[in-house]
């Protein structure tokens, strides 16, 4: 079994800064894509940010050159850098995962359990 585990929301002043972590455990054989996810009270949920496991990003319009995605594949881990945070950037944040369990299998995807992100003053 394959658990992630995300850390590093919480209550944070307009302009402010938080970094997010999410840490894969379990059988692990390799992690392709890592994305983290965001939903905000009454709406759907939606990208933020993904990283392949070969480092390239993207990123959703309105966080772009304020968040930064990154990962440590030795550590299973992935990051979110979010800086200049604004009230609208509130929601809980999910990180995701495509792990491979086993050689030759396809990846199958995983959820963290959320952490939540507020920017308020």
């Known amino acids: 079994q394959v658990q992630l585990v995300e850390s590093g929301g919480g209550l944070v002043q307009p302009g402010g800064s938080l970094r997010l972590s999410c840490a894969a455990s379990?059988?692990?054989?390799?992690?392709?894509?890592m994305a983290w996810y965001r939903q905000a009270p009454g709406k759907l949920r939606e990208l933020v940010a993904a990283?392949?496991?070969?480092?390239?990003?993207d990123y959703l319009d309105s966080v772009k050159g304020r968040f930064t995605i990154s990962r440590d594949n030795a550590k299973n881990t992935v990051y979110l850098q979010m800086n200049n945070l604004k009230p609208e950037d509130t929601a809980v944040y999910y990180c995701?995962?495509?792990?491979?369990?086993?050689?030759?299998?396809?990846?199958?995807?995983?959820w963290g359990q959320g952490t939540q992100v507020t920017v308020s003053s």
């Open positions: 990283i392949t496991i070969g480092g390239s990003t």
């Open positions: 379990g059988t692990i054989f390799s992690i392709y894509d």
């Open positions: 995701n995962a495509e792990v491979v369990l086993a050689p030759v299998t396809l990846p199958d995807d995983y």
